[in-house]
């Protein structure tokens, strides 16, 4: 009985996976239409990080506060609560009227491209590379998310 139930939520499982492989379709333009601002505003960020640079280096002086001290689960904890919390935000903000989504997609992407900038500065281009494992999953997430608010 028990293989009986554990072949039932495998079922279960991949059923949602291919309804959600169908609805991300549905969604693929306005996907498309969020990944492009989201790379252009990241460049426009990356080459011209002079727009509200003490609103966003005070962000991140908070950002740095909430999380100084937490042990690598506890960061980890940190960082998936944030996205599920602004994630769930910017769908639910979308559906009622897409500018909110759209602004806090343009505010992420300077965001991330302004401290892309920074960071290049001090370092070098290759750091870059770190933002590989967001690239994979947050990022993607995240867009999925704005383009459901769109």
Not at 69 to 98: D, K, R, Y
Not at 109 to 114: I, P, S
Request: hydrophobic share 55%; no cysteine.
């Amino acid at each position: 009985m028990k293989k009986r139930g554990r072949e039932k939520s495998i079922g279960f499982v991949y059923r949602s996976f291919l309804k959600s492989i169908d609805e991300l379709k549905n969604i693929k333009l306005y996907f498309l239409f969020s990944l492009s601002l989201f790379i252009l505003i990241g460049l426009f960020g990356f080459l011209f990080p002079v727009l509200f640079e003490e609103k966003i280096l005070a962000i991140i002086r908070n950002l740095i506060d909430q999380t100084e001290g937490l042990n690598t689960p506890e960061l980890i904890s940190f960082i998936i609560s944030n996205n599920i919390q602004s994630s769930f935000f910017v769908m639910i903000s979308g559906i009622i009227i897409a500018v909110p989504s759209l602004l806090i997609l343009v505010f992420n992407a300077y965001v991330l491209g302004f401290v892309g900038h920074y960071t290049v500065a001090e370092t070098n281009i290759f750091i870059l590379w770190r933002l590989i494992p967001h690239g994979i999953l947050e990022i993607p997430a995240v867009l999925i998310s704005l383009s459901i608010g769109i």
